[in-house]
């Protein structure tokens, strides 16, 4: 007991002399553990109800509908429960990762190339996406570089356009890149992250969504194919996709303006 009062002695002393040297990524053990805000049961209601009902299940097989037909009932209120753990966890289910790959064709020649790949993700994994992700606009939204209008809000590729038509000194580059969801490299964004004052209890979370674990099945004509782990990119379809990807070519449009002053990017 004596070694109790004692530790609680000295501990303000430890705590003062460290604190600010501990990194901003850790987030455990620490007075202000920068957790997200609890979720509550009026708002988990609101994001099934609103969710369209002609979207896809994912390979779980529980399709909106399903959640929906659910609220009536104490499972919204279970589910709240759910969510505000893996809140103050700040983890996510490893299955979440496991992505259904359906092939959607953008023209009528039935090539693998003129297909875009949209993952199919578990349908609780998407509604909790849309818990954190006014989280992570807000964190970000004030340092996107202004030529990013793509994936923001109230914005779209006629502004740069439109801009471009009021300067003096115009360069315009089409530059349309290919698989470009599937080309980040994860290792990178988790740093950007952090660089841009994305709470570490959110960082954490985006984490084990995108950054652990991922895996996907491909199918086609019917027929699956084996699972296939992911070490790079985003599930394209996912609502934080987009936003991450706007984060992870932030750096390159910064560079590119410290090197050629104002330009516009669309």
């Not at 509604?127 to 914005?155: M, R, W, Y």
């Given at each position: ?17 460290t604190a ?49 037909a ?60 849309k ?11 004030s ?9 923001t ?31 980040p490299?994860l ?7 952090l ?27 019917g ?14 379809g996912t609502?934080l ?15 590119f303006?410290?090197?050629?002053g104002?330009f516009?990017?669309?």
């Amino acid at each position: 007991m004596l070694r109790r009062i004692f530790e609680k002695i000295i501990h303000p002393e430890l705590i003062s002399a460290t604190a600010s040297q501990i990194h901003p990524a850790q987030s455990g053990f620490t007075k202000s553990d920068s957790t997200l805000h609890p979720l509550q049961l009026r708002k988990v209601r609101t994001l099934i109800n609103t969710y369209p009902s002609t979207k896809a299940c994912g390979e779980d097989g529980i399709h909106i509908l399903v959640l929906k037909a659910q609220l009536p009932g104490p499972f919204a209120h279970h589910l709240t429960t759910v969510f505000n753990i893996l809140l103050r966890l700040q983890a996510t289910p490893s299955h979440w990762n496991h992505a259904l790959v359906v092939m959607l064709p953008k023209d009528s020649t039935g090539l693998a190339a003129k297909c875009r790949p949209i993952s199919l993700t578990p349908m609780l994994r998407r509604i909790f996406e849309k818990i954190i992700h006014p989280e992570l606009i807000s964190a970000t939204a004030s340092q996107i570089h202004p030529a990013q209008s793509g994936f923001t809000k109230s914005d779209s590729t006629l502004h740069p356009l439109q801009l471009a038509n009021h300067s003096h000194r115009v360069f315009r580059v089409l530059y349309d890149a290919m698989h470009a969801f599937d080309s980040p490299l994860l290792h990178i964004l988790p740093d950007e992250l952090l660089e841009m004052g994305v709470p570490p209890a959110l960082c954490k979370c985006i984490h084990y969504l995108f950054f652990t674990n991922l895996a996907s099945t491909m199918i086609a004509n019917g027929v699956k194919s084996r699972m296939i782990d992911r070490r790079r990119g985003l599930f394209q379809g996912t609502i934080l996709s987009p936003p991450l990807f706007n984060i992870y070519l932030n750096r390159l449009l910064i560079k590119f303006t410290a090197r050629f002053g104002s330009f516009f990017w669309w």
